[in-house]
């Protein structure tokens, strides 16, 4: 996940421009505010309605309705998830048909009785404000060797297929090279589908179905640790923030049976080398420890409020609260550049059914993100 880091108050300072001068101007108004006792948010996210749902880190999902908190959990998990340090209930992902079927899914680290991610399926009524946690179906457990590099984000593609983002099991340097590893699921992005449910299927189109030496789950392999990722709305495009070592942070385009280097590379730079090295896919973009210490996936806009921030991706670095917009055109990156900086902890980056965007602040509130200053 993120490094910890003690930053507090969320007081917003203007950042300054590392890129083109067409770089967007963004400012950050308060949603969910920290007297609201938010509780180590580290995620939000939409049922495809106008209500929003955020993760807190020990094991709660919260609903938002009309931009106001609800005080009863929408989900609570507590009594299941270990949350110390990088663990706990670290994201959630709704079904696209949810509204029909009802089932929403979770990403979780529990100790039963070893450390494990768990990817859980409930069953909701679409309309309510709570959901059982009784109606738990497991759908996976990964063992975890570490209490580090959980990676924890779960989302559905638009091909309707959900995607895991696995870190490379913790402790420092991947000692064990599980990331290059194809027969460990850690250090990867996985791809399943749970709509045949036993527990689940491997899509047909996943790029290792027919090599009985891999793992048949595996989209992506040599990710450090892939807090967040996401897909634009309008292209597809997958982007992740893969969390370096001792050096460098980087924002990856994932592909199809891509190898993201780790940890022959950290981001685009020789970390171990090997003998005879496989062919690895380059970060479109990363920045050194000078800058920032973990870095926060973030999200392209697509919104309608903020037109002048339509196709920027935007990112950000947990430690530093620098604030950084980038636009990849063509398969390229054509500008990107410092935006803000806020002093808080930005964990994550979510957005609402209008493709409006927010960013979580690990310290306890949720702020929006807008055009201007």
């Keep these: 996940m993120f490094r910890l880091c003690m930053i507090s108050l969320v007081v917003l300072i ?26 180590r948010p580290v995620y939000l996210t939409n049922d495809g309605t106008d209500r929003n749902f955020v993760v807190e880190q020990p094991g709660r999902v919260r609903l938002i309705v009309d931009g106001k908190l609800q005080d009863a959990a929408y989900l609570n998990l507590t009594d299941r998830v270990f949350d110390q340090g990088e663990c706990g209930l670290l994201s959630i992902a709704f079904h696209p048909d949810f509204a029909t079927n009802g089932y929403l899914y979770a990403n979780y680290t529990a100790r039963r009785p070893k450390l494990q991610t768990v990817i859980a399926e409930y069953k909701a009524d679409p309309t309510a404000h709570t959901v059982g946690a009784s109606t738990e179906r497991v759908v996976m457990t990964i063992d975890q060797p570490y209490a580090n590099h959980n990676g924890g984000h779960i989302l559905f593609g638009p091909d309707g297929m959900l995607y895991i983002g696995m870190g490379d099991g913790g402790s420092a340097g991947d000692p064990q090279n599980r990331a290059q590893n194809p027969r460990e699921l850690l250090g990867k992005m996985l791809r399943i589908d749970v709509n045949h449910r036993d527990p689940y299927a491997i899509p047909k189109d996943n790029p290792y179905t027919k090599d009985a030496r891999v793992h048949p789950e595996i989209w992506a392999i040599g990710l450090r640790n892939p807090w967040r990722f996401s897909f634009d709305a309008r292209t597809g495009i997958c982007f992740a923030g893969d969390v370096g070592q001792n050096a460098f942070e980087e924002v990856d385009v994932i592909e199809k049976g891509g190898n993201y280097g780790w940890r022959i590379f950290e981001a685009s730079h020789t970390f171990k080398m090997v003998d005879d090295p496989p062919k690895t896919i380059a970060p479109i973009a990363e920045y050194p420890r000078s800058e920032g210490v973990s870095i926060t996936g973030g999200l392209v806009y697509r919104g309608k409020k903020s037109p002048s921030l339509d196709g920027w991706y935007f990112y950000a670095d947990y430690g530093s609260g620098r604030i950084w917009a980038l636009k990849y055109e063509k398969r390229k990156k054509t500008a990107q550049g410092e935006v803000l900086r806020m002093r808080g902890q930005p964990s994550s980056f979510g957005v609402d059914a209008s493709g409006e965007m927010y960013i979580c602040d690990h310290s306890g509130a949720v702020l929006r993100i807008a055009e201007g200053k």
């Design 14 to 39: 203007a950042g300054t421009s590392t890129g083109a001068a067409d770089l967007p101007v963004i400012h950050l108004e308060p949603y969910i505010k920290r007297s609201e006792n938010l509780q």
